[in-house]
Each structure stands twice: as C-alpha cells, then as structure tokens.
C-alpha cells in the first residue's frame, strides 16, 4: 500500500504540474513522445477556457521513438527536415501505436494496482461529477455551447433536507404554520435551481458568484465560470486530474477512459442536460422543435456505471416527444415521462445505479404556450408499477426513486414519509425503491426565480402553510 500511495502522489504531482501545451509523456523514457493527435493543445484549449466535460480523445495517438544520429552537415539535416515533413502525415495515421511497455508503471505495476492508484486520482477531485449544459453567451467573445463538469459534495437522499430544515428552524422561532417567515440563506435553498444539491450550489455561488444559482435550472444561463473564481483559488490548484491522464501514452489512456466513468457517479440537475447529452427521444415521429445533436462520448454509454438525475415537477415540459403541441400533426399522441426512454437508459451498457430525485414544485417555465403536465403526486399505483417495470428492464442493480406521490399510495398517514411497500413484488423490479416525500412541500418561496427575488427583496421570504 505504500508502493501504491508513493504512485498515487507521483501521478497526481504530474497531472497538476502538466502545462496545458505539453505532449511529453511522463510515464516513459525521455527517448519516447507521445502526440496526442494532430492538435493537442486545441484539445487543452477546450479543457481550459469551456471546462468541457472528457473531450472525446483522437483514435490515434502515435508514439515515436527519437534515437541518437550521428552528426550531420546542414544541407544533410534539411534533406532529412523534408523528409520528417513529408512523413507527418502518415506518422500520426500509423497502425497500432507502441503502447510504451518499458514504463517501469506499466511492466512492473499489475492492472489491478494501476486501477487502484487511478481511483484514487479520481477521488481526490471528486468521484462524484455534476455535468451541466451552458448556452452559448450573447457577448462578441462569448464561449459557444459546451458542458461544465462541477464536484458534487451530496450524497444522493431519499429525504427532503431543505424542507427539514425550515421546518426545524419554524420551531425554533415558534412561527404558526400559514405565517410567513423570514431566513436569506434557507430563501435561497427554496429557489436554488440545484434543488436537492443545495449544498453544491453554494458552493458554486461562492467560487463564481450569484450567476451560478440565479437562473430556473442549472442549465439555464450562459457559463458561470467564464469569469474566473472569486474565492481566492487558482485554477491550477482546482485542474482537473482526466485530461492529463488522457494526454499520456496510449496504454495508461485507454485504462484511466474506462476508469473514470467506471468509477465516477454522474449527476444531471435539469432535465436539459442529459437530453443535449445523449439526444432527446429518437423515435421517427416528427416533431416541429428540433434539436441538436447528441453530444455523449461513446465511453459514457460503455463504461458509466451509476447515474443520478434530479428533476423539478414540470419537467416533462421540456421534453418535446411528451407535450402535444410541440408534436408535428398526425404524429401520434404524446409519450409518458415517467418511463425515463429519454435518458436512453437501454444504451448504457454496464449501468447498475440509477437515483432519481422529483421535487415538489417546478422553477421551469415555458413562456411560449401553456402546456399540460403529469406530476409525481398524480401518479396512481398501475402507473407507478409500470415506471418501475420499465427501469428495472434497462438497469441492472439498483433504482431509487423520491418523490412526493398522491394520497392513499405509500405510508398509512399520508403526512409521513417512507418507502412504498408491496410495489416492487408487484411490478417484478427486486432492485426498485420507491420513497414519498409527502405529497408535497409544506414550505415555499415567495417567487419562482431568484435572480427576481433578489431584486424585488423578497429573496429571505418562506411562505408555510399548514398542509403539504
């Protein structure tokens, strides 16, 4: 074990230290260079200014060996300059590159303590990832679209902690249910479009400010980071660990691009981005919005092992397959939302974790139309069975659901919150858990925005009412 932590800090002093235009391998001899495809640093470029998520890494990565030659007269070594030149080309598109077996981390290092030593890279940064969509800006040099990736610092939760906590300090104040109360940093929870991942989005506010949770969903506003931090950190210390792993020779790439989705919990916030990750629903109907393409890198659907997704109540809104009058005429009725085919769960091939999060209320909005939406707590229990039978067909292991559901279904007293027994057995899912919330929040905001809140200072307002 003390072999493998000297490795671990080797390795991670190596993925800080690596300058973002550098092509030197570091796990080889001096005579080996890896060439990360033809433009490596455009790849940093990406990394860097749009923090996009794993940059898809070219197919060929080619090594060369660069020997020792004797001395030569100038007009010899600019015959041989030509020569480098006119062979570039077919240098960079050469079959099978050397995958560098002499690095004394690939020869002597057994697979199973490399992938141990990858985990614990990947730990130090987080093994839990938020990716989220952002918009291109409206500036002149605005990034263009892209996908940020944040480190989520909440463990996925059945129960509702934002509501907990008012409820506590309600208490404590002694305020009557139905009275409004008054509390700035529990006002914004209630608003934060990261919902459940309060947490997570304070500490975005912290490090680059109210852009970061001011908007109706996470993905609802151009890049928060494009304006460096404001917590004092530099961006040398918060790099992360992927690209420069990715960035070495050929062997160790191949196994740190299996061992990141492996080993890291992907959470989605909105149901924006993961449908812009890995498309919207597929089928030929067609529709009149049309979307862009799919922009998922082919190891999430092979590799990632759990996912989680957090929704507000009207998310079906935004998913064009399942509203009416975004569908084309003729073209059928809508989809159900609550069988989850747009996340495309069929095509992730070694998924076995899937927690899914439904809120209360909706921050969303479609200013275009008035559209009809199916909540969580109207769901009867044929419904629920059938959202259950349809996850357990695509994930492997484990689904885990919270939400709150309508009266009569789950706990005996429809205040209490707890698992729904007798669904499971029924809808043939062993692996399925179903927890209500309730039926619904008992605590709101004053608004449905928090950038408006703030300006109408009515951001630290909690309305109670006395049933959920």
């Known amino acids: ?149 944040w480190p989520c610092t909440t463990p996925f939760e059945v129960r509702d902690r934002t509501q907990e906590d008012i409820e506590a300090l309600r208490a404590r104040r002694g305020v009557a249910l139905g009275r409004e109360m008054e509390d700035a940093p529990l006002g914004h929870d209630l608003l934060s479009p990261w919902m459940n991942h309060r947490m997570c989005g304070r500490r975005a506010e912290e490090a680059y400010g109210f852009e970061a949770v001011q908007s109706m969903m996470t993905s609802a506003s151009s890049c928060w980071k494009k304006g460096g931090r404001r917590d004092g950190e530099t961006a040398s210390s918060r790099r992360a660990p992927y690209l420069p792993m990715l960035l070495s020779c050929k062997l160790i790439s191949a196994e740190c691009l299996a061992s990141i989705y492996e080993a890291t919990t992907f959470v989605f916030t909105d149901v924006i981005t993961p449908t812009l990750l890995v498309g919207s629903c597929d089928t030929a109907i067609p529709t009149k919005r049309e979307d862009p393409p799919p922009n998922a890198p082919p190891a999430l659907f092979a590799h990632a092992r759990s996912l989680e997704v957090s929704l507000g109540a009207n998310f079906s809104v935004l998913l064009p397959c399942t509203v009416a009058s975004d569908r084309a005429p003729g073209s059928g009725p809508p989809h159900g939302a609550y069988d989850f085919h747009w996340l495309k769960l069929d095509r992730f091939r070694s998924l076995v974790r899937l927690d899914v999060w439904i809120a209360a209320r909706g921050l969303a909005l479609r200013y275009d139309k008035d559209c009809d939406f199916v909540c969580a707590n109207q769901l009867d229990v044929a419904a629920l069975r059938r959202m259950a039978a349809a996850l357990a067909r695509v994930v492997a292991d484990t689904v885990t659901l919270s939400m709150p559901l309508c009266p009569g279904v789950g706990p005996a007293d429809d205040e209490e919150d707890g698992y729904v027994e007798g669904l499971v057995a029924a809808a043939g899912a062993p692996g399925f858990r179903l927890w209500k919330r309730g039926t619904g929040d008992r605590f709101h905001p004053y608004m449905h925005q928090l950038r408006i809140a703030a300006l109408l200072k009515k951001d630290d307002k909690i309305r109670t009412s006395e049933a959920s």
């Open 1 to 149: 074990m003390k072999f493998v932590a000297v490795a671990v800090a080797s390795l991670a002093s190596f993925a800080a230290a690596m300058p973002a235009d550098s092509t030197t391998s570091q796990c080889t001899p001096a005579t080996y260079r890896c060439d990360p495809g033809s433009n490596p640093s455009k790849a940093w470029d990406v990394c860097n200014t749009s923090h996009q998520w794993v940059p898809a890494i070219p197919p060929t990565l080619s090594t060369t060996v660069v020997e020792a030659s004797p001395r030569l007269s100038s007009q010899q070594q600019q015959q041989q300059q030509q020569q480098q030149q006119q062979q570039g080309v077919a240098q960079m598109d050469a079959v099978d590159a050397d995958p560098q077996p002499q690095s004394g981390f690939v020869a002597r290092l057994p697979a199973e303590v490399r992938q141990l030593v990858y985990l614990e890279l990947w730990r130090a940064y987080g093994l839990r990832q938020h990716v989220v969509h952002h918009w291109a800006g409206d500036e002149a040099d605005a990034e263009p679209a892209h996908f940020c990736h």
